[in-house]
């Protein structure tokens, strides 16, 4: 059995959490006030343009530090990979900037509170890169040629710290996997009549669902019950097709005659391999006994999908005409069983397996 028929159809799309939305203007608030602050200090003392490349890769320090409060345990480290870039850089005659602004962005990401990977610490590494790199453009720019002497690199830092600061926008974005629902060819395709009906009807509810405009929530749990059931549908195909290679009554005939042959058998090697061969037709019977449960029990698992689906759209529409009704709730009930069976699936699939690798050794 395919390992795709475990799972729902997925598309993948670059989403702002919640959460991080809600934060997100705060963080770039946070980032750009410590770098102006730090810049109107810098000119007030005279460090301003002592030292450029190790003034910027402080100045980023500290943005990354304000708006990442929490870990300032790692400070050190934080400090040491931003200034060990733009130092290095700058030896090479690089744009110590824009590299001081990739480990920025590579460290913003490493002491995120939610889980990352390599991709997550590549974009935060080129957001950084980039949002620095026009930060420092925009700040040499816009400065007007009317600020003070001594206030424009206050100006300066002000305008670097805004720009820089829209780094840690694609930081905050995040892939998100959500239920495909197949088109209609993709369901003449890929399922025989027999298994048609279903998907389209599943199909059918979430559009007429989707025309009552639900929340967004409800609508994408919906659809994700809608993609289960032609999953389970394109699993009870794939099922079918593999029960339909086994003939029970012809296997018992097989392993009663290689019982009988066995025992009649003086060669010892000869009556091993026969009692053997018995043994592998006994576990293909087991396995068959135990897919034919499993069918039955996709078959349940679909029919409570379509049944519910059926209940959400009618119950949404008596709510929308009947005020004081509501619709059908449960929906994380029926998510989490078809969940749950999607990670068992693994046992079906290794059932499978040995199937076929009892038919090879046959």
């Known amino acids: 059995m395919p390992a795709a028929a475990e799972l729902p159809a997925t598309r993948s799309a670059l989403t702002l959490p919640q959460q991080q939305a809600r934060v997100l203007g705060r963080r770039q608030l946070a980032w750009t006030a410590w770098i102006t602050a730090l810049s109107g200090w810098l000119a007030l003392v005279g460090l301003a343009g002592v030292w450029p490349a190790l003034t910027v890769a402080v100045t980023l320090f500290v943005g990354v530090m304000g708006v990442r409060p929490k870990r300032l345990k790692q400070a050190p480290l934080v400090l040491a990979a931003i200034s060990g870039a733009a130092?290095?850089?700058?030896?090479l005659g690089l744009s110590a900037v824009m590299a001081a602004?990739?480990?920025?962005?590579w460290m913003l990401v490493?002491?995120?509170?939610?889980?990352?990977?390599?991709?997550?610490?590549?974009?935060?590494?080129?957001?950084?890169a980039a949002a620095s790199g026009l930060g420092?453009?925009?700040?040499?720019?816009?400065?007007?040629?009317?600020?003070?002497?001594?206030?424009?690199?206050?100006?300066?830092?002000?305008?670097?710290?805004?720009v820089s600061a829209q780094a840690l926008v694609p930081i905050s974005l995040k892939w998100?996997?959500?239920?495909?629902?197949?088109?209609?060819?993709?369901?003449?395709?890929?399922?025989?009549?027999?298994?048609?009906?279903?998907?389209?009807?599943?199909?059918?509810?979430?559009?007429?669902?989707k025309g009552m405009d639900p929340e967004k929530?409800?609508?994408?749990?919906?659809?994700?019950?809608?993609c289960w059931v032609y999953r389970l549908a394109s699993s009870l195909q794939t099922l079918d097709r593999e029960l339909s290679e086994v003939n029970p009554s012809e296997i018992q005939e097989r392993i009663m005659l290689l019982t009988t042959?066995?025992?009649?058998?003086?060669?010892?090697?000869?009556?091993?391999?026969?009692?053997?061969?018995?043994?592998?037709?006994?576990?293909l019977i087991e396995h068959t006994e135990r897919l034919k449960i499993e069918r039955e029990r996709m078959s349940s698992l679909q029919e409570y999908a379509l049944a519910y689906?059926?209940?959400?759209?009618?119950?949404?529409?008596?709510?929308?005409?009947?005020p004081g009704e509501s619709a059908p709730g449960r929906l994380d009930e029926v998510l989490e069983r078809l969940r749950t069976h999607a990670k068992e699936g693994e046992a079906r699939r290794e059932a499978s397996r040995e199937i076929g690798r009892a038919f090879r050794e046959l």
């Open 87 to 91: 130092l290095l850089s700058s030896a």
């Open 101 to 105: 602004g990739a480990a920025a962005g």
């Open 110 to 128: 490493r002491l995120n509170d939610r889980e990352y990977d390599r991709l997550d610490l590549l974009n935060g590494t080129l957001a950084g």
């Open 136 to 162: 420092l453009w925009a700040a040499e720019q816009l400065v007007p040629g009317s600020v003070p002497l001594g206030l424009a690199p206050l100006f300066k830092g002000a305008i670097f710290g805004l």
């Open 176 to 209: 998100k996997r959500r239920a495909s629902i197949p088109s209609d060819r993709v369901i003449t395709m890929t399922l025989s009549e027999n298994y048609r009906e279903a998907p389209i009807k599943a199909k059918r509810l979430h559009a007429q669902l």
């Open 217 to 226: 929530d409800t609508l994408q749990g919906v659809e994700e019950i809608a």
């Open 261 to 283: 042959q066995a025992a009649a058998e003086d060669d010892e090697f000869t009556r091993d391999r026969r009692l053997a061969t018995s043994g592998h037709l006994e576990q």
């Open 309 to 322: 689906l059926e209940e959400a759209r009618l119950g949404t529409l008596l709510a929308r005409k009947l």
